[in-house]
Antibody, heavy 120, light 108 residues
Framework: QEHLQQWGAGLLKPSETLSLMCAFYGGSFTGHSWTWIRQPPGKGLEWIGEFDHTATTNYSPSLKSRVSISLDTSKNHLSLRLNSVTAADTAVYYC??????????????WGQGTLVSVSS | SSELIQDPLVTVALGQTVTITCQGDSHRSYYASWYQQRPGQAPLLVIFGKNSRPSGIPDRFSGSNSGGTASLTITGAQPEDEADYYCSSRSSRGNHYVFGPGTTVTVL
């Protein structure tokens, strides 16, 4: 059965770099687009960026200067890096698959979420 | 401010019908997708495209789009439908995605 498994450091200090990984089981990363989404405690969802099936990255305008998403196909890992974190980056981070099989984009498979807290 | 606008809270009686709306210019170009999120869980896709449901989503969930407004309707609401619902679409302002602020649905 397809599923996404996430991992990464859950506690950071201000100015450090957030680094999360996401593995896809039951299928292959190739041919799909992949995205990261976050949710601050008690708040709504925020789209961070995507690594699409053409190996192009697109990022949220508000995070573009600090974020990097990459895909290591040899390890079957999607990664997220966010530089210079502050308390405002405290959130549950999700990886998700972007499907466009019939022309309609949607996030149809989600990881379990990873809580990342930024505190001095 | 958010590109997509949702009512923050909606209440529905058990077994009745409720419609959640999502307003935004992006819906004039792109169909919305809708996500259900129960407390402590990851979001779950419930509706996408014109009105498509992923496998396993009950048919009491339906979607529609008119002009700049996307809608999610729950026909015959059940206790397990109590959750936060988020709309999402491609942005009309660039090559990225956006989410609405979410609607909390309470089933009485």
């Amino acid at each position: 059965q397809e599923h996404l498994q996430q991992w990464g450091a859950g506690l950071l200090k201000p100015s450090e770099t957030l680094s999360l990984m996401c593995a896809f089981y039951g299928g292959s990363f190739t041919g799909h687009s992949w995205t990261w989404i976050r949710q601050p405690p008690g708040k709504g969802l925020e789209w961070i960026g995507e690594f699409d099936h053409t190996a192009t990255t697109n990022y949220s305008p508000s995070l573009k200067s600090r974020v990097s998403i990459s895909l290591d196909t040899s390890k079957n890992h999607l990664s997220l890096r966010l530089n210079s974190v502050t308390a405002a980056d405290t959130a549950v981070y999700y990886c998700a698959r972007v499907s466009r099989s019939d022309g309609y984009s949607r996030f149809d498979l989600w990881g379990q979420g990873t809580l990342v807290s930024v505190s001095s | 401010s958010s590109e997509l606008i949702q009512d923050p809270l909606v209440t529905v009686a058990l077994g009745q019908t409720v419609t959640i709306t999502c307003q935004g210019d992006s819906h004039r170009s792109y169909y919305a997708s809708w996500y259900q999120q129960r407390p402590g869980q990851a979001p779950l896709l419930v509706i996408f495209g014109k009105n498509s449901r992923p496998s396993g989503i009950p048919d009491r969930f339906s979607g529609s789009n008119s002009g700049g407004t996307a809608s999610l309707t729950i026909t015959g609401a059940q206790p397990e439908d109590e959750a936060d619902y988020y709309c999402s679409s491609r942005s009309s302002r660039g090559n990225h995605y956006v989410f609405g602020p979410g609607t909390t649905v309470t089933v009485l």
